[in-house]
């Protein structure tokens, strides 16, 4: 596990430790040193939110559309860890307090999720009542998980996201992507810049 690595394809366009409002200024992960997810070393441009069980880094932020990019790894275990309360105080109030309001989770690398009560969902979709929460390449078990406990009111998840195909995407044409999706007839810009 610890060959896997955050996507790194779009590094050029955005470095969460260089973004002088991000939490995470100035913090070099490879400094950091490896972290610990069961008997398993992750490699360290993985952060911690807190979690024992879920490590995430952020991908793409984008002021002016009000977005960001975060992929995860490891087990979101809301019974034990109470992971999303974590992920809700740790990554995304700071990321609410920016105006970002639009959120995509990458989780590919989420083996496993592990249920409780709903109430950081519920708080996290009323204060992005104007954006949306994706989750976005997620097993079909973890998709399961979610609809029997009604995540659905809270996110958008399932089989229309699993074939987005952001790795080949610049983050621009994959905002561009979604939000077709979500409101479909929406006048898509021309100029949307390709990935190196």
């Keep these: 596990m610890h060959d896997l690595e955050p996507y790194g394809r779009w590094l050029y366009l955005y470095d969460q430790s260089q973004d002088r409002l991000s939490n995470f200024y100035g913090l070099d992960p490879p400094e950091l040193g490896y972290h610990l997810l069961y008997n398993h070393l992750i490699h360290p441009d993985w952060m911690s939110m807190g979690s024992e069980t879920l490590y995430f880094k952020i991908l793409y932020v984008n002021e002016s559309l009000e977005f960001s990019v975060i ?110 999706r979500l409101f479909p007839g929406l006048e898509i810009p021309n100029n949307i810049p390709q990935l190196r």
């Excluded at 990321?95 to 969902?121: P, Q, S, T």
């Excluded at 009323?126 to 078990?141: K, L, P, T, Y």
């Design 71 to 180: 992929e995860l790894i490891g087990e979101w275990n809301d019974v034990i860890g109470n992971d999303v309360m974590w992920m809700k105080r740790e990554l995304i109030d700071p990321l609410l307090a920016r105006g970002i309001d639009k959120f995509i989770l990458l989780g590919e690398n989420v083996l496993n999720y592990h249920g409780d009560e709903d109430a950081y969902y519920e708080e996290w979709s009323e204060e992005c009542s104007q954006g949306w929460v994706i989750g976005m390449g997620f097993r079909s078990h973890i998709l399961e998980e979610w609809e029997r406990l009604g995540l659905l009111r809270y996110m958008y998840f399932g089989d229309d996201w699993t074939d987005c195909m952001w790795r080949t995407r610049h983050p621009l044409q994959l905002y561009w992507a979604v939000s077709a």
